[in-house]
Structure formats: structure tokens, C-alpha cells
T-cell receptor, first 117, second 111 residues
Framework: NAGVTQTPKFRVLKTGQSMTLLCAQD?????MYWYRQDPGMGLRLIHY???????AKGEVPDGYNVSRLKKQNFLLGLESAAPSQTSVYFC????????????????FGPGTRLLVL | RKEVEQDPGPFNVPEGATVAFNCTYS??????FFWYRQDCRKEPKLLMS???SGNEDGRFTAQLNRASQYISLLIRDSKLSDSATYLC????????????FGKGTTLSVSS
């Protein structure tokens, strides 16, 4: 049981390049999330998904797109990378979001460190 | 006012000390509260949920004061391995709402 995995672990991009970050979970979780973490800013939600085929915007969605074609995978795309997107990106998943179980745990992947030059 | 505020620290304490972290949240509709722990260059991991009546897990005690919109974490008998950043996390029980993280409080325990 690998939990939440992220690919790649580290990437350097040039401004304007595109890339896709892959998150995979093997816990059969319905909810998945993408966060970014910057020094002095804490974790901020980019996009999230409450189930296969559905996505929603979080706090800082601009410049990113996501897709949830399979329940176990959540992809984060950068269409045209900018230096402001230099960050550590964390994916997380949880069994349920809110309402039925208010004390659900979010499980995080190990993170992807992205440097945009 | 930021949604979740924490004293960033760092808190530098000797082994065996008792240390307390505080956190305030702005959304009075918030229903779920957590403390996560994040080691340097690692992912956050759930330390404990915070219940209305307060709860204890070994050396860790969490308290919630809804009237003051205040959450606390007390660590007794600090260990070197407790050195980490502690994240206060809040969620309002609305469909699809994700977690709101504080910026974290850094703890350094020395021998």
C-alpha cells in the first residue's frame, strides 16, 4: 500500500514551458487535492476533486488546470510556466470531504519541487 | 484578518520542557479542527484532531475554545523528535470545502 505518490519529485522548467504533475493514490479515496507551499505562505489549495470526472477551483487556481479521469489519479497541469509558480506542490487525498465525516484525514504525497527559471 | 493565524516561532526549548502553541481562526462557522505536523522538507501528517471537549494523545493535548475561536496544542516532556513545524488546520462543514492551513509554528527541541 503505497498511499499517495507524486511524480516527478523534482523538476526545473524554463518560463513558458508546460508540464504535468501526476498524483496517484491506492486508498480508494473519493477526494483529492492539489496544494502549493511557499515560504511564509503556508499551504494553499489550488484545485480539488470530489470524485472521478469532477474538479473545482481552490484558493489559487490561476495558471493551473487539473483532470481526474480515473479515481486514483489527479493530474495538475501548468500550461505556460512562470517564475511565480516556483514552489513545492503537494497532492493529498481523503476518504470523504465534509458533512458525513467531519474528522476525515487528508493523506499527503511526498511533494514535487518545481523551479521555474 | 487571516483565516487561520499562528505564531510562527521558532520555539526553542530543552528536552523535557512543556510547550504550548496557539492558533486563532476567523470563520465562526468552522466545524472541524486539526493539528498537522510537518518535518523539514517532508509532507504534512495528521497529528491529532481537536474535539470540542478537548482531547489527549500521550504527551499531546489539544483544546478548542469556540467562543474565542481559539485552538491550542500542549506538548509535555518534549523530545528531540518533536522538532518540526506544527500546522493548525480548520475546515467549515460545507460541501466541497477543503482544509485551511495556518502557516505553522516551528519547534526546536535541544538536548
Amino acid at each position: 500500500n503505497a498511499g499517495v505518490t507524486q511524480t516527478p519529485k523534482f523538476r526545473v522548467l524554463k518560463t513558458g514551458q508546460s508540464m504535468t504533475l501526476l498524483c496517484a493514490q491506492d486508498m480508494n479515496h473519493e477526494y483529492m487535492y492539489w496544494y502549493r507551499q511557499d515560504p511564509g505562505m503556508g499551504l494553499r489549495l489550488i484545485h480539488y476533486s470530489v470524485g472521478e470526472g469532477t474538479t473545482a477551483k481552490g484558493e489559487v487556481p490561476d495558471g493551473y488546470n487539473v483532470s481526474r479521469l480515473k479515481k486514483q489519479n489527479f493530474l495538475l497541469g501548468l500550461e505556460s510556466a512562470a517564475p511565480s509558480q516556483t514552489s513545492v506542490y503537494f497532492c493529498a487525498s481523503s476518504f470523504v470531504g465534509s458533512g458525513t465525516n467531519p474528522f476525515e484525514t487528508q493523506y499527503f504525497g511526498p511533494g514535487t519541487r518545481l523551479l521555474v527559471l | 484578518r487571516k483565516e487561520v493565524e499562528q505564531d510562527p516561532g521558532p520555539f526553542n526549548v530543552p528536552e523535557g520542557a512543556t510547550v504550548a502553541f496557539n492558533c486563532t481562526y476567523s470563520n465562526s462557522a468552522s466545524q472541524s479542527f486539526f493539528w498537522y505536523r510537518q518535518d523539514c522538507r517532508k509532507e504534512p501528517k495528521l497529528l491529532m484532531s481537536v474535539y470540542s471537549s478537548g482531547n489527549e494523545d500521550g504527551r499531546f493535548t489539544a483544546q478548542l475554545n469556540r467562543a474565542s475561536q481559539y485552538i491550542s496544542l500542549l506538548i509535555r516532556d518534549s523530545k528531540l523528535s518533536d522538532s518540526a513545524t506544527y500546522l493548525c488546520v480548520v475546515r467549515a462543514n460545507q460541501a466541497g470545502t477543503a482544509l485551511i492551513f495556518g502557516k505553522g509554528t516551528t519547534l526546536s527541541v535541544s538536548s
